[in-house]
């Protein structure tokens, strides 16, 4: 397809510079139209949901302290390997106690495919986005600071944390078969196969 | 004596008489689009010799891929072209996928056409609003970046991302689309033709603009061609070369749509062809939309995230670990093929090219990254030497280089 170009101005036209006058025209327009700039610090964005955030430890009702199972998932998989774990083995229950859960948060890359691993939805990665600190230990979270991350993560959701589903511990037109028990959780219609939206001109067959 | 040194640019250059100098613009310099720094040698006003150089963002990205599987590379091309990080994801896993011999379900191959499209068109929007801004007209930049932040806002819907997105898996994608999603995207394309309208009506036939950009920077077909220019550049001389309609991945061949191409092979004929595609990318989504089938959105035979090869031994070794998460495997294949592959896809700045050598340990033994931004650079003396200093500013941004993606 050959691009088209606006015709060549006139005589009339270059006197008037209309496409200047037509230019301004449309800047003062927007003079009057509803502003769209967000006043960043005083009006915060609005964080869409399973957005890649601050690292958390999700903290369990029962128990009070976390999910980790010492799978090790999140740690092989992570791309810049900035999780470690350390763990022992509990021989009287047969299972594996973690000792201590590392997240060198500057070095992570919020790829999300350590939570999205995990099989017990144990980790999370809030909606929390402003936490810049003056040095590098702030940002260095152990299994206590990842915990109260998740309390701060609570608070600011309120009552909605109850209800609160990760899109990546159970990730949307993903079967329920490729997922542990853990991850079938109670999701929207639109996440499950069943539910998903198609197209206008698409006619599900059923 | 004078002599005129260039064919399009006829200004006489006196003759060794102490007068040339060098400069050297950048790395920090706000009209070089990141931190490339460009060797010029002047007479005047006028460059004699222009010499870009970069390396200053230089990463390591082929080195790294070789000590990361497959999946976790995929957060590597988030990094090249950092503003159109999708693209680049999908150019990667398309790839992958030839490798191993993975078919993507259809509705994965529409989902990823949608956001390679979205991608264009936010890559383009910056592109449009800087090269503006460099030249002089600044109103456009505020406009493009409305629309450009409805993009990314859809984009953090969809992935949790804004700008590095790792969305797409090897094999499909890691998300469906959401109602909301695909909602707001259908009232964004409807609207989208009216807004390319109003940065039209600022510098379409704004004398200033068409002073800055006709007849500046011209590249024959044959030599954009010899300089190995891809993309718009290219398009912009009359060289009809465009994968998704020549060498169709994804969804790319059960959509309609039209390859623009210029003829002066000037700044403003590839202005032309960007804007147009534009309008095509428009066109492509809202089809996307409207063929959106049911099914699966990730193939039964994509690669484990976790541990592509140990889940294999797994399945073999009877343990009934397996099974959690995400976890699949390649069928019928014990390991990765050896070989090596190059697979090139269309992102907005050209043509995206992966060359894998493997040899079945499934990391990759060499990666190699053929980015549109490294041959566009190097393509830069051709349009500069001979003319001003201040066009080159505007050779720069017609370019629509993105330094991450040239030094890698």
Same mark, same amino acid.
């Given at each position: 397809?050959?691009?088209?170009?606006?015709?060549?101005?006139?005589?009339?036209?270059?006197?008037?510079?209309?496409?200047?006058?037509?230019?301004?025209?449309? !800047?003062?327009?927007?003079?009057?139209?509803?502003?769209?700039?967000?006043?960043?610090?005083?009006?915060?964005?609005?964080?869409?949901?399973?957005?890649?955030?601050?690292?958390?430890?999700?903290? *369990?009702?029962?128990?009070? !302290?976390?999910?980790?199972?010492?799978?090790?998932?999140?740690?092989?998989?992570?791309?810049?390997?900035?999780?470690?774990?350390?763990?022992?083995?509990?021989?009287?229950?047969?299972?594996?106690?973690?000792?201590?859960?590392?997240?060198?948060?500057?070095?992570?890359?919020?790829?999300?495919?350590?939570?999205?691993?995990?099989?017990?939805?144990?980790?999370?990665?809030?909606?929390?986005?402003?936490?810049?600190?003056?040095?590098?230990?702030?940002?260095?979270?152990?299994?206590?600071?990842?915990?109260?991350?998740? *309390?701060?993560?609570?608070?600011?959701?309120?009552?909605?944390?109850?209800?609160?589903?990760?899109?990546?511990?159970?990730?949307?037109?993903?079967?329920?078969?490729?997922? !542990?028990?853990?991850?079938?959780?109670?999701?929207?219609?639109?996440?499950?196969?069943?539910?998903?939206?198609?197209?206008?001109?698409?006619?599900?067959?059923? | 004596?004078?002599?005129?040194?260039?064919?399009?640019?006829?200004?006489?250059?006196?003759?060794? $008489?102490?007068?040339?100098?060098?400069?050297?613009?950048?790395?920090?310099?706000?009209?070089? =689009?990141?931190?490339?720094?460009?060797?010029?040698?002047?007479?005047?006003?006028?460059?004699?010799?222009?010499?870009?150089?970069?390396?200053?963002?230089?990463?390591?990205?082929?080195?790294?891929?070789?000590?990361?599987?497959?999946?976790?590379?995929?957060?590597?091309?988030?990094?090249?072209?950092?503003?159109?990080?999708?693209?680049?994801?999908?150019?990667?896993?398309?790839?992958?996928?030839?490798?191993?011999?993975?078919?993507?379900?259809?509705?994965?191959?529409?989902?990823?056409?949608?956001?390679?499209?979205?991608?264009?068109?936010?890559? =383009?929007?910056?592109?449009?609003?800087?090269?503006?801004?460099? &030249?002089?007209?600044?109103?456009?930049?505020?406009?493009?970046?409305?629309? %450009?932040?409805?993009?990314?806002?859809?984009?953090?819907?969809?992935?949790?991302?804004?700008?590095?997105?790792?969305?797409?898996?090897?094999?499909?994608?890691?998300?469906?689309?959401? /109602?909301?999603?695909?909602?707001?995207?259908?009232?964004?394309?409807?609207?989208?033709?009216?807004?390319?309208?109003?940065?039209?009506?600022?510098?379409?036939?704004?004398?200033?603009?068409?002073? %800055?950009?006709?007849?500046?920077?011209?590249?024959?077909?044959?030599?954009?061609?010899?300089?190995?220019?891809?993309?718009?550049?290219?398009?912009?001389?009359?060289?009809?070369?465009?994968?998704?309609?020549?060498?169709?991945?994804?969804?790319? $061949?059960?959509?309609?749509?039209?390859?623009?191409?210029?003829?002066?092979?000037?700044?403003?004929?590839?202005? /032309?062809?960007?804007?147009?595609?534009?309008?095509?990318?428009?066109?492509?989504?809202?089809?996307? &939309?409207?063929?959106?089938?049911?099914?699966?959105?990730?193939?039964? $035979?994509?690669?484990?995230?976790?541990?592509?090869?140990?889940?294999?031994?797994?399945?073999?070794?009877?343990?009934?670990?397996?099974?959690?998460?995400?976890?699949?495997?390649?069928?019928?294949?014990?390991?990765?093929?050896?070989?090596?592959?190059?697979?090139?896809?269309?992102?907005?700045?050209?043509?995206?090219?992966?060359?894998?050598?493997?040899?079945?340990?499934?990391?990759?033994?060499?990666?190699?990254? %053929?980015?549109?931004?490294?041959?566009?650079?190097?393509?830069?003396?051709?349009?500069?030497?001979?003319?001003?200093?201040?066009?080159?500013?505007?050779?720069?941004?017609?370019?629509?280089?993105?330094?991450?993606?040239?030094?890698?």
């Amino acid at each position: 397809m050959q691009i088209q170009y606006k015709p060549k101005r006139n005589l009339l036209q270059t006197i008037l510079h209309s496409e200047i006058m037509q230019g301004m025209a449309f !800047t003062l327009k927007q003079l009057f139209a509803k502003p769209i700039t967000r006043q960043y610090p005083q009006e915060k964005p609005e964080i869409k949901l399973g957005f890649r955030g601050q690292h958390a430890l999700v903290r *369990d009702q029962e128990t009070g !302290t976390s999910k980790c199972v010492a799978c090790m998932r999140c740690v092989t998989v992570c791309p810049s390997r900035c999780i470690h774990i350390r763990f022992h083995e509990d021989e009287e229950r047969g299972c594996r106690v973690v000792d201590s859960y590392d997240i060198e948060a500057l070095r992570c890359v919020y790829c999300g495919f350590c939570e999205e691993v995990c099989p017990v939805n144990a980790l999370v990665l809030t909606e929390i986005f402003e936490y810049a600190a003056y040095n590098r230990e702030s940002i260095f979270f152990d299994q206590e600071r990842l915990l109260a991350n998740w *309390d701060a993560f609570a608070d600011m959701k309120g009552s909605a944390i109850n209800g609160y589903i990760n899109p990546f511990w159970r990730p949307r037109g993903i079967p329920e078969r490729e997922l !542990t028990a853990a991850k079938r959780l109670d999701v929207p219609d639109e996440w499950t196969i069943e539910g998903q939206v198609v197209g206008n001109l698409v006619k599900r067959d059923q | 004596m004078t002599r005129p040194i260039s064919k399009t640019v006829n200004v006489p250059v006196a003759d060794g $008489d102490g007068e040339r100098y060098t400069l050297k613009m950048g790395p920090q310099h706000p009209a070089t =689009h990141g931190v490339l720094r460009v060797d010029l040698e002047l007479d005047g006003e006028t460059i004699i010799k222009c010499s870009p150089q970069v390396g200053y963002l230089h990463r390591g990205f082929d080195k790294i891929a070789e000590n990361r599987t497959y999946a976790q590379s995929l957060i590597l091309t988030d990094r090249l072209d950092y503003i159109a990080a999708m693209a680049n994801n999908v150019g990667y896993c398309v790839a992958v996928e030839k490798l191993l011999g993975i078919s993507v379900p259809l509705r994965a191959k529409y989902i990823r056409t949608i956001v390679c499209e979205m991608s264009r068109i936010a890559s =383009h929007l910056l592109w449009l609003a800087t090269h503006a801004l460099d &030249i002089g007209a600044m109103t456009v930049f505020l406009y493009c970046f409305r629309e %450009r932040e409805v993009m990314l806002d859809l984009f953090e819907e969809l992935c949790g991302a804004r700008l590095t997105f790792s969305y797409p898996r090897i094999g499909g994608v890691r998300q469906d689309v959401t /109602r909301n999603f695909i909602d707001v995207l259908q009232r964004f394309v409807a609207e989208f033709p009216t807004h390319i309208g109003e940065y039209e009506t600022l510098i379409d036939t704004n004398r200033i603009w068409l002073k %800055r950009t006709v007849g500046i920077g011209v590249l024959s077909a044959a030599e954009a061609l010899e300089l190995g220019l891809t993309g718009a550049c290219l398009r912009g001389s009359g060289v009809d070369y465009d994968i998704r309609k020549h060498r169709p991945y994804d969804a790319y $061949d059960l959509v309609d749509f039209e390859v623009p191409l210029g003829s002066d092979g000037d700044i403003y004929a590839r202005y /032309r062809c960007r804007m147009e595609e534009l309008h095509q990318s428009a066109r492509i989504i809202q089809q996307c &939309i409207d063929q959106l089938p049911p099914g699966p959105i990730i193939s039964e $035979d994509a690669p484990d995230l976790v541990m592509p090869l140990q889940g294999q031994r797994k399945v073999e070794a009877g343990s009934s670990t397996y099974g959690t998460g995400l976890i699949r495997l390649l069928e019928d294949k014990g390991e990765f093929p050896v070989g090596d592959i190059y697979v090139s896809t269309e992102v907005p700045k050209g043509e995206l090219g992966f060359y894998f050598i493997s040899d079945g340990s499934g990391r990759p033994y060499r990666m190699h990254v %053929r980015s549109p931004s490294f041959i566009h650079i190097s393509a830069l003396p051709a349009l500069a030497e001979g003319s001003m200093i201040a066009d080159l500013i505007a050779n720069i941004g017609t370019l629509d280089v993105v330094l991450g993606e040239c030094d890698r």
